[in-house]
């Protein structure tokens, strides 16, 4: 049974920074690829940033050089480092892993429909 647990999340003004981590368990291979998303009130879940086995990663445009994914192999712990936070990055943030394999033609890693296993979420507040 595969678990993701969140951790990190919490309330900081604009400008200040914050890091969370996702703990994984429960698998035998280690997933193709893991990524961070996030959901504000009334609106879809965003793909924030995801990285793959090999370890590329892929960030969104609007956190592009602020965020950063990374990935501890060893300790089966995913994190996401999170500079610069503004107002418009409160959100509820979820942990993500996929075997999918090879990426599908035509999709964006960062799309939630290709990960079917999911944390509890990590509530992050930036104030201004």
Known sequence: QVSLVESGGGSVQAGGSLRL???????TRSSDYMGWFRQAPGKEREGVAVIDSAGRSTHADSVEGRFTISLDNAKNTLYLQMNSLKPEDTAMYYCAASWMGWLPRGRSPLDSTLYNYWGQGTQ???SS
Not at 21 to 27: E, F, H, L, T
């Open 21 to 27: 981590s996702c703990a994984a368990s429960g698998y």
């Open 124 to 126: 992050v507040i930036v």
